[in-house]
């Protein structure tokens, strides 16, 4: 049997090399045709001698050219710069599956280049989703990809859903399901217990410093604000067609419990595992299979309490943010999703304080007019132009 043939985009980062990971335990079911980074080449060189891919794109040309260099003993792989080659080796048709684990607004094109052909997208890069909404599941359901949800809660929530309800991503009518809500569930990042007024004060290490997961730098830092929970609501309104009253958030320290599925006659469904993104990953893999993720089971015996609180509004303020964006309209959240990139970035090289990432967002969509977003196009363009109008708000407050 050939395997499933596969494309990782962003295959250096944490979701990138949980993925390498789950291919490695089922070496005879899955091929690597491409990994795909930005510009770490002593990482990209150590996947391309453990896996021997077809093609490794490098997005920085220089990088692609040290990478040749260094792969000069392995002439079967091809090496590729720049950012129209992740387009190619997405939608190329050797590939089966594409998992989408670039980080923020760049992984929109690469991703949409898989969901046009008709690929099984493995779908962890979610602000592609979050600044493009209708129009990506639009592309999805015209193409005819399938999409599957890597993030661990829509991950949880679409294990508890109907199989009906999972081949109809984007278009399920709830109701009709016999759901009346979808519970997200989140951890409350490393500042939970934090008293609000040192806040401020946080360091980007601190940030970084998530309780349960081990994750990329911007996706922490997205914890630490409950920005992250605030895309993933996002996410969720488009991939489970939700209206503003079935979708909740709920604070679980824990993280045992991955998201919940609210039904109408009093059930709740709930998926539960180890905070490790192996699972989620090979489940999108495998599916509709199960197979061994190498991640070890929960022992309830040791798991202790497993207890749930409301969310704090005054300690999460991106986290409003992202609940008014998500019903105000697309432009908002490809606003708030470009302005905090910036913002996050800007905090992690010490120019704004913690603080000053909602401040950022929020001045931003405030000063911002909401153009109607019709194309894939005019998404791009406004996202460039509200990064350039958060960039002008960071100056002012350094
Ligand atoms: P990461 O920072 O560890 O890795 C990011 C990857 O993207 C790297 O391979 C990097 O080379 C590549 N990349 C960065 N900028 C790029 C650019 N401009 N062009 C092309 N490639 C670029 O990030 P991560 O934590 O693996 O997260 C990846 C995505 O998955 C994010 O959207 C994140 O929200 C989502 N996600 C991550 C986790 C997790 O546990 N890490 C969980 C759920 C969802
Ligand atoms: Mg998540």
């Known amino acids: 049997m050939s395997g499933q043939r596969l494309t990782i985009l962003g295959a250096t980062g944490s979701i990138g090399s949980s993925t390498l990971d789950v291919i490695a335990q089922h070496p005879q079911r899955f091929e690597l045709f491409a990994v795909t980074a930005h510009s770490n080449v002593t990482a990209m060189e150590a996947i391309c001698q453990r896996f021997t ?16 260099e260094a792969l000069a003993d392995k002439p079967e792989i091809t090496v590729l710069a720049g950012a129209q080659a992740l387009l190619e080796v997405s939608a190329a048709s050797e590939v089966d599956q594409v998992m989408a684990a670039i980080v923020g607004a760049a992984g929109l094109a690469p991703t949409l280049a898989a969901v046009k052909a008709g690929k ?31 993030d661990s809660e829509h991950n949880a929530i679409f294990q508890c859903l109907t199989t009906h309800a999972q081949s109809t991503l984007g278009q399920v009518d709830l109701e009709a399901e016999g759901i009346s809500k979808i519970l997200l569930t989140g951890s409350g990042g490393p500042f939970l217990n934090l ?6 004060q946080q360091t980007p290490a601190a940030a970084c410093k998530h309780p349960n997961w081990s994750m990329g730098q911007k996706i922490s830092v997205d914890s630490a604000t409950m920005l992250n929970k605030g895309l993933e609501y996002i996410e969720a309104r488009w991939l489970f067609n939700c209206r503003r009253e079935q979708l909740d958030i709920v604070i679980h320290p824990q993280s045992v419990i991955h998201s919940m599925v609210q039904y109408s006659d009093g059930s709740v469904l709930a ?3 180890q905070p490790d993104m192996k699972t ?16 070890k089971a929960l022992d309830f015996t040791q798991l202790g309490a497993l207890t749930f609180v409301t969310v704090d509004e005054q300690r999460y303020p991106c986290l409003r943010l992202a609940q008014q964006a998500c019903w105000q309209g697309q432009a908002a959240t490809t606003a708030l999703n470009a302005s905090n990139e910036i913002a996050v970035e800007n905090f992690l090289a010490e ?15 405030q000063q911002l007019q909401m153009p109607a977003l019709g194309s894939i196009d ?15 708000c960071v100056e002012a407050l350094t």
């Open 271 to 273: 998926q539960l595992g």
């Open 195 to 200: 008293p609000v007024n040192q806040l401020n």
């Open 378 to 392: 005019d998404v791009v363009a406004f996202d460039q132009k509200v990064r350039r109008v958060a960039f002008e």
């Open 280 to 295: 989620p990953i090979a489940h999108c893999m495998h599916y509709p299979h199960r197979r061994s993720s190498g991640v």
């Open 351 to 365: 120019r704004i304080q913690f603080g000053q990432i909602s401040e950022v967002c929020d001045r931003v969509l």
């Open 120 to 150: 099984r997208v493995l779908l962890a890069n979610k602000e592609a989703l979050v600044m493009s909404g209708q129009l990506f599941m639009d592309a999805v359901q015209h193409y005819g990809a399938e999409l599957l949800p890597v």
């Open 53 to 68: 891919p077809s093609y490794a794109v490098m997005v920085d040309e220089q990088a692609a050219n040290r990478l040749r």
